[in-house]
């Protein structure tokens, strides 16, 4: 039976590094909602769309040929036959990709996509809505987070790996601006599914907060 484990939680709230490393020990595959979403964002900018457009968004990422795959337990795309990475993660695309998001039309192209997913077998999937309304009726719903000041400094460190420092106050008031986004949008907002295992992560290591995931999930299995 495919089950699907749904991990919430705002920017750097180490979802994505929670979720990925869940899905490997329980042998489902990983899906970053939020890579799709930023996908849609690259290949807009790409395209010089303008991203407050909705229905130029929405018809330059109908437009294109999505193919998605499985690469040993994780989910990935391309776009025109071009598979983006760390083009996904510059500070640029991490300031515009929420008002793509909000979008209406966006939101339910990524979400028939993440259905679609299931067609791999089980999954893990990290994002912003998984559990309050993409996947609303898996009993595996969680919510991450964390204090801001931690979550600005994970992603600082992120940026920095890729190139992009920023002065880490900077990413802070980044954090807060698309908390504010992603919390007051009218379409699907960065809340706590009902049913949701909230998990505070400031004071946790990656391994614990894994861990209390999968405990959680074996026990709900037995």
């Given at each position: 039976m495919t089950q699907v484990i749904a991990i919430d939680g705002p920017s750097a709230s180490g979802k994505s590094t929670v979720a990925k490393a869940v899905a490997k020990r329980l042998g489902f595959f990983y899906v970053d909602s939020g890579s799709?979403?930023?996908?849609?964002?690259?290949?807009?900018?790409?395209?010089?769309?303008?991203?407050?457009?909705?229905?130029?968004?929405?018809?330059?990422?109908?437009?294109?040929?999505?193919?998605?795959?499985?690469?040993?337990?994780?989910?990935?795309?391309?776009?025109?036959?071009?598979?983006?990475?760390?083009?996904?993660?510059?500070?640029?695309?991490?300031e515009a990709v929420s008002d793509v998001a909000s979008m209406p039309k966006v939101r339910a192209?990524?979400?028939?996509?993440?259905?679609?997913?299931?067609?791999?077998?089980?999954?893990?999937?990290?994002?912003?809505?998984?559990?309050?309304v993409v996947f609303p009726d898996t009993p595996y719903k969680f919510y991450l987070d964390a204090d801001p000041?931690?979550?600005?400094?994970?992603?600082?460190?992120?940026?920095?790996?890729?190139?992009?420092?920023?002065?880490?106050?900077?990413?802070?008031?980044?954090?807060k601006r698309r908390d504010a986004k992603d919390s007051s949008r009218e379409e699907a907002p960065l809340k706590v599914a009902d049913g949701a295992y909230v998990i505070n992560s400031t004071s946790m290591t990656i391994d614990e907060v894994v861990q209390a995931v999968i405990d959680k999930v074996e026990g709900d299995l037995r």
């Open positions: 799709i979403y930023r996908g849609i964002t690259w290949h807009a900018l790409e395209n010089e769309v303008d991203i407050h457009d909705a229905d130029a968004v929405i018809q330059n990422t109908r437009s294109a040929d999505w193919v998605f795959r499985a690469e040993q337990n994780v989910a990935v795309f391309s776009i025109n036959g071009y598979t983006p990475t760390d083009e996904l993660r510059t500070a640029r695309l991490s192209f990524v979400n028939d996509r993440l259905r679609e997913l299931t067609g791999l077998g089980s999954l893990t999937i990290d994002g912003r809505d998984i559990g309050s000041a931690e979550r600005a400094q994970r992603r600082y460190r992120e940026l920095v790996e890729t190139g992009e420092a920023e002065k880490a106050q900077e990413v802070l008031e980044s954090l």
